[in-house]
């Protein structure tokens, strides 16, 4: 299409611009803002030291433990929801997706009445038989974690599976692929883009995590004290660490989002 | 018929100061351990001032007070200690001085019957997790002071600290915290969710409750009305059946 | 080799039956569109099953519900080439074609050597290199027909497979293919609305045809017609 030709919906009506403008501005100021408080030449030392730092590692390895339990466990329920008929799929896959509009806290406390020591349907029973508690340890924050991000990764997976033509995969199978084969050589190549875009999503959604992780594995210095809650009790004593440490999350996030760019709307690269 | 008058404008002077001439919008910051004391003052206040509409806004004291200095409209603060306003005095946030209008002590808060059989501050360092406030909060320091006069300290990996005294105490009442050092005001509010042990006075605090308006306050006389309500001895009853004390 | 097809099959408002037998020869599909000619294509291959009747190869069941046998499609020997273009995006030209010997457990060098050969003889050697997004449709298709026609097939099934090239490249191609399937033993089916097709290609010629219905929907019967 040469830059001459005109297509249908390429004109944008003024009031467009003025809504798409403010939305932006609305979106940015805030980023702007972050970035003008930061005092840089002391953000390096701010989060390589204490409390700070020791948040940052436990958020990068929580986080990442949290989005390989969503990829281990979230891909083969999207491939159920996704493949397989049954009655009652749409509910579950509703159902599937609550976590991700729970508001975090609830969601705390829903896992501390699954996974609680004291009053847990599932988490006395672990106390008692082999000792083990979730809350108040980092696997407890991995948990925490892992349920919000989970149903990101479920959702973009379950989405590009539909949006794989059968005809790929049916073709494989006339030339002699069989099933766990075609999965490996087409279907997953087929899916990676809404694979990886579901594990960036979940790993942004889980290292941003706060109040269930608050809720559930509680805030403990260098145990449970991920970022964002290092960064909630920092804003009180020690400003600055605050925002250094907003920023190197903000940054983490950019990184991601860029690097994921275009991959949302399903092109290939 | 001398007597009927003086009767009657007695009681004409009784009925006008019934009708309460105070309106507008009130915000009072109030640390968290005042939640429910300050929700009954404040029923209490509005039904003697029909036109005043009253925000509570609770937090801990300290985030309290970082809100107030970086703008947050406020009319009142009443903090769980001294310290705090002292800091909204010397930021200027604060230009009358302060009215000690409650005290408090500390108390441990541990799950109904007791189960790890905790009887003193001692008895805490045995436990695997215990629940406090942050290290900045009042109730943090105050139960910070407790555990030095009692000469017990805790590895900082086994503490959790609540953004504010109620969640401190929900981690026992609702989660896996064995016991939380919290206002012994706390423990009575939150009845038979957790059981209360006391702390002797030896090694407990005095925390000193402060009230002050906020310069800059839109409804100064509203703001003062509710201060010296808050100080009257209607107040002080209302105070004194959360289970606070005397200053 | 014999492949004998007697049987229906349900898909939606969609009848088809069948009642035919084939020999080693290549067998024109022909009829009106939306007919079921590439329905019948997936059923031969294995991708739909049968409701009722059998379809056997020699002496072996592939599908016959009464006796509960199905053999899924990639247990059929068969290659396919369908009418859609399903080279593979993420993959070379010569690592679509190869990718057939692959799966068959060539490794990876000579099934490379091989698709090499193959693109040679079919002359798109050219295109070895390019990915599907930079092949125009009818660079596809040939890719697509190389691929499907590589392996040591027993049945063969080709749906439409010179729609998306001009007049010139069909008769090059008929030529080339024409070639390829003499050197293949067992049944070829080509779905294909080409006269031409037909006459050069195919020694008989299967026709779906529709007949009255007692219930709604489309009844296609495949009838031999030559």
Known sequence: MSARERRIGAETPRFVWVGALLALLFLMLPLVGLLKRVAWS???????????????????????????????????????????????????????????????????????????????????????????????????????????????????????????????????????????????????????????????????????????????????????????????????????????????????????????????????? | MVLVSITQSSANVHAQSEKSTLKGDLTISAAASLTDSFTALVRQFRKDNKGIKIHLNSGSSSTLVAQIQSGAPSDILASADLLNIEKLVASGNVVVAPKVFARNTMAIAVKPGNPKSVRSVADLASLPFIALCGKTVPCGVYAASVLTRAGVSLSESKVTRGIDVKAALSAVA??????????????????????????????????????????????????????????????????KSFGFQRP | MSLVFRGLVRLGDLTIESDVS??????????????????????????????????????????????????PAHQRKLAMVSQFDDILPFLTAQDNIAFPLRAAGMDRATSRVRAIEAMEKHGIRALAQLKPTQL?????????????????????????????????ARSEVRYWLRGRLDELPGPKFIVTHDRQDVEQLCDREIALEQRPNQHSGLRSVATIVR
């Open chain 1, 42 to 269: 002391g953000v390096l030392g701010s989060v390589t030291s204490g409390p700070a730092s020791e948040a940052l590692r436990l958020s990068l390895v929580t986080s990442i433990f949290a989005t390989v339990i969503a990829l281990v466990f979230g891909l083969p329920l999207a491939w159920v929801l996704a493949r397989v008929e049954f009655v009652g799929r749409s509910i579950l896959r509703a159902l599937v997706m609550l976590p991700m509009v729970l508001p975090p806290v609830v969601g705390g406390v829903a896992l501390l009445s699954a996974y609680g020591r004291s009053n847990g349907l599932v988490g006395g029973l672990l106390y008692d038989m082999f000792g083990v508690q979730l809350t108040f340890s980092p696997a407890g924050v991995v948990i925490a974690e892992a349920f919000v991000a989970l149903p990101f990764l479920v959702m973009s997976v379950e989405s590009g599976l539909r949006s794989i033509d059968p005809r790929f995969e049916e073709s494989a199978a006339t030339m002699g692929v069989g099933p766990v084969r075609r999965f490996w050589t087409v279907t997953l190549r087929l899916l990676l883009p809404s694979l990886v875009a579901g594990v960036a999503v979940a790993w942004a959604r889980a290292l941003g995590e706060f109040g269930a992780t608050i809720t559930f594995a509680g805030n403990i210095e260098g145990r449970t004290q991920t970022t964002p809650l290092a960064v909630y009790l920092l804003l009180e004593n020690d400003p600055e660490a605050a925002y250094a440490l907003s920023f190197v999350l903000l940054a983490v996030c950019v990184v991601v989002l860029v690097a994921m760019r275009d991959r949302w709307l399903g092109r290939r690269s």
């Open chain 3, 136 to 168: 125009s449709g009818g660079q596809r298709q040939r890719v697509g027909l190389v691929r499907g026609l590589i392996g040591e097939s027993k049945i063969v099934l080709l749906d439409e497979p010179f729609s998306y090239l001009d007049e010139s």
């Open chain 3, 22 to 71: 084939v020999g080693n020869e290549v067998v024109a599909i022909t009829g009106a569109n939306g007919i079921g000619k590439t329905s019948l294509l997936k059923l031969i291959a294995g991708l739909i099953s049968l409701e009722s009747g059998s379809l056997k190869m020699d002496d072996e069941v592939l599908d016959d519900p009464s006796e509960n046998i199905f053999v």
């Open chain 2, 174 to 239: 609702n989660g896996d915290a064995d016991a939380a050092i919290v206002y012994k005001t706390d423990v009575l509010a939150a009845q038979s969710a957790v059981v209360g042990i006391d702390i002797p006075a030896a090694q407990n605090v005095k925390a000193m409750y402060g009230i002050a308006p906020i310069r800059g306050s839109k409804n100064v006389s509203t703001a003062k009305a509710f201060i010296d309500f808050v100080l009257s001895e209607q107040g002080w009853q209302i105070l």
